[in-house]
């Protein structure tokens, strides 16, 4: 019956993951470029809206969409799926406190950086590319990383950094959503209307940003590097912390973060909404 149960949660979790990647591209590209761009290329935001589509087009806006499309099932997936697991490992008992639900939104986060992380490294090197003639495609960039750096430091570059985001991101993400939730229900009863679990998922995704900055630039600038970090976790991200103050000071820390909560609202809401759509229609069917 749980073996079930956590099918349901993965379909659903698949279906979640494609509606986020369509859905929240075009301002991941705005955030990702906000980040790793080199100092001076762009004014802001908007300047790189504007250069991207004036000098790549507007496709340009789904650059890198290929990584996180062919790998956001197995990760939004594998996210619900051990959230599920985690809520029944935190307790036996179907309500948990708002406490309980970030323990378990911070447990799924830790496992599902296993597969966030290549990812999200592929994604970050296809947008670190401005066009130019020399400009690669996925399978190429992908190739390459192997054959360089091997599956450790290449494939799954930036894991730890991508592990120490992933735990607050999402005990923030779930616990804002839960907590948004139930504030609906007590109104609406348990059975929300659509407009409120988009509400509620816009919540989740705003939370989840707040949650994970600074370690979401220090990840992406950790991954586009062309060689692997070198000592343990904590000095290379203590050492990348250290050169973005040293180059941009303090408000390098939060490059990205505009786009990053603008895209949170249309992508969360749309992960949370087929989710739960999803989830509940395979509960009529199966009766689990």
Avoid at 248 to 257: K, V
């Amino acid at each position: 019956m749980a073996t079930l149960e956590t099918v349901n949660e993965l379909a659903a979790g698949s279906v979640a993951g494609a509606a986020q990647v369509i859905v929240g591209q075009p301002l991941d590209t705005i955030k990702t470029r906000a980040q790793i761009a080199p100092k001076g290329m762009f004014k802001g935001p908007m300047d790189i809206l504007m250069q991207t589509v004036r000098k790549e087009g507007v496709l340009a806006l789904y650059k890198g969409m290929l990584s996180p499309l062919v790998g956001i099932a197995g990760v939004n997936s594998l996210l619900f799926a051990a959230y599920g697991a985690s809520k029944r490992i935190v307790s036996p008992f179907p309500d948990l406190s708002l406490r309980e639900i970030a323990l378990a939104g911070a447990m799924a986060g830790a496992a599902n950086a296993i597969l966030a992380s290549p990812v999200e490294m592929f994604k970050v090197r296809m947008q670190g590319q401005y066009g130019s003639l020399s400009d690669k495609r996925l399978s190429v960039v992908a190739r390459e990383m192997w054959k360089e750096w091997g599956f450790r430091q290449g494939v799954m570059r930036g894991y730890w950094v991508t592990v120490a985001r992933e735990i607050p991101a999402y005990a923030g993400f779930y616990s804002a959503f839960e907590f948004s939730k139930r504030k609906f229900s007590k109104k609406y009863g348990p059975q929300l209307p659509v407009w409120a679990l988009l509400a509620s998922g816009s919540t989740g995704g705003i939370a989840y940003w707040l949650s994970c900055y600074p370690l979401d630039v220090i990840k992406s600038r950790v991954q586009l590097r062309p060689i692997p970090p070198t000592g343990n976790p904590f000095q290379y991200i203590n050492a990348e912390f250290r050169a973005i103050l040293s180059e941009s000071g303090f408000a390098g820390l939060f490059r990205g973060l505009t786009p990053s909560l603008l895209r949170s609202i249309p992508a969360a809401a749309s992960t949370f909404a087929a989710f739960e759509l999803t989830r509940e229609y395979l509960k009529e069917i199966t009766g689990i």
